[in-house]
């Protein structure tokens, strides 16, 4: 049996393959890791390998699944219930088509473009060389982005010329 749990009750999915719904309780999301909750009595946790692993799942299992993902430029997002991997969910942005021009016009003007992105290395490097990106800094958490600009834009030199954008499309 397939299950879907969905906090904000949005099914959509789960109604059009007919999953049976779990409601999720004691739901919590945690910046840049990933959500927890129970369910049926069980803890539910989906989000980063980090997140997992600092709460004790074994992940050993997942090792090949998340290197094919991550160097295809995908997300690997794992989920384990009651202490135990059971799968992942494999997810990619689209890049914007023309963000390989928007990099190669940024660098043209001098500017040194840097991605700052809270995805595992070898997903941000896969991305990166697909719209020509060279500096790339990963898993860095949503809290620290801010922080991590103001060090790069400090050095001086030419890091003072600085342009934000996104590359990817919103889903």
Known sequence: MRVALDRLGQFTRADEEDLERRPAEQFDAIAGGGV??????????????RLL??????????????????ARGRTAVLVAVGGT??????MADTVKPDARQAVAELEA????????TGDAE??????AAEVGIQDVRARVRPGEKADRVRELQRGGGAWRSWATASTTRPP
Do not use: C, F, I, K
Request: glycine share 12%; aromatic share 0%.
């Open 36 to 49: 927890e909750a129970v369910v049926d009595g069980r803890p539910v946790l989906v989000g980063t390998s």
């Open 109 to 116: 003007l001098g500017m040194h473009v840097v991605m700052l």
């Open 85 to 90: 991997l059971a799968g992942t969910l494999s």
């Open 53 to 70: 692993g600092d709460r004790g799942v074994a992940l050993e299992d997942a090792a090949q699944v998340l290197a094919r993902e991550e």
């Open 122 to 127: 070898r997903t941000a490097r896969a991305v």
